[in-house]
């Protein structure tokens, strides 16, 4: 009897523990970051947010941070592709990944979603015809989005710079799920991140 009460209470106890609900802060902004919350407790945040009492960070976080694997992919895009062509491969990953994960996204609610993108180039023309490959790769992405998920609150940023040469992307969201719809997101999005790196050779 006692051998089965203890089998019932482990199991409740993870029953319990998949159902709890995760706040995920993800940012880029030339260098990635994520923060995680279990139940509204802090369960990661990476060294390189925390602060010394001088309100500045350490040397060896600042090292950690330039030493980023998401700004190194997206360099690397960039390098090949160009600007508006790696924001387009991203974009066009993100679509897929959403189409993907299309049933499970109803369990996701986005409380925040932040996209900055500023196109620019030495060339007025070109910065004209990137712009519009910018916005025809990401606009329909938002728009799968906005019809499978809850977002409570969004601003998208997408501008045409013609008094610079240098262009630059950042994103943050925030978004809250249970624990259990997290793990299944997480195995269905893998094999479609592979196809993403096997095809961009990253």
């Given at each position: 009897m006692i051998p089965l009460i203890i089998i019932l209470s482990v199991s409740a106890?993870?029953?319990?523990?998949?159902?709890?609900?995760?706040?995920?802060?993800?940012?880029?902004?030339?260098?990635?970051s994520a923060k995680i919350k279990i139940a509204g407790i802090k369960a990661y945040e990476p060294a390189g947010e925390k602060e010394h009492p001088s309100g500045k960070a350490?040397?060896?976080?600042?090292?950690?941070?330039?030493?980023?694997?998401?700004?190194k992919m997206f360099g690397k895009l960039e390098d090949r592709l160009g600007f508006s062509g790696a924001v387009k491969e991203i974009f066009s990953f993100v679509k897929s990944l959403l189409k993907r994960l299309?049933?499970?996204l109803g369990h996701i609610a986005v409380r925040r979603l932040c996209l900055n993108i500023r196109v620019a180039s030495s060339d007025a023309a070109q910065t004209?015809?990137?712009?519009?490959?910018v916005c025809s790769a990401v606009y329909?992405?938002?728009?799968?989005?906005?019809?499978?998920?809850?977002?409570?609150?969004?601003?998208?940023?997408?501008?045409s710079d013609f008094n610079s040469e240098k262009s630059d992307f950042s994103f943050s969201v925030?978004?809250?799920?249970?624990i259990i719809f997290l793990i299944i997101l997480t195995f269905q999005a893998f094999s479609e991140y592979n196809k993403f790196i096997t095809r961009n050779e990253l």
């Amino acid at each position: 009897m006692i051998p089965l009460i203890i089998i019932l209470s482990v199991s409740a106890l993870a029953a319990a523990f998949l159902l709890l609900p995760v706040s995920l802060h993800i940012k880029f902004d030339g260098d990635f970051s994520a923060k995680i919350k279990i139940a509204g407790i802090k369960a990661y945040e990476p060294a390189g947010e925390k602060e010394h009492p001088s309100g500045k960070a350490a040397d060896s976080d600042k090292k950690a941070r330039t030493d980023n694997s998401m700004r190194k992919m997206f360099g690397k895009l960039e390098d090949r592709l160009g600007f508006s062509g790696a924001v387009k491969e991203i974009f066009s990953f993100v679509k897929s990944l959403l189409k993907r994960l299309k049933k499970q996204l109803g369990h996701i609610a986005v409380r925040r979603l932040c996209l900055n993108i500023r196109v620019a180039s030495s060339d007025a023309a070109q910065t004209a015809v990137e712009y519009g490959a910018v916005c025809s790769a990401v606009y329909p992405a938002l728009s799968f989005l906005d019809s499978v998920t809850d977002i409570k609150m969004k601003r998208i940023n997408i501008l045409s710079d013609f008094n610079s040469e240098k262009s630059d992307f950042s994103f943050s969201v925030i978004i809250r799920i249970k624990i259990i719809f997290l793990i299944i997101l997480t195995f269905q999005a893998f094999s479609e991140y592979n196809k993403f790196i096997t095809r961009n050779e990253l």
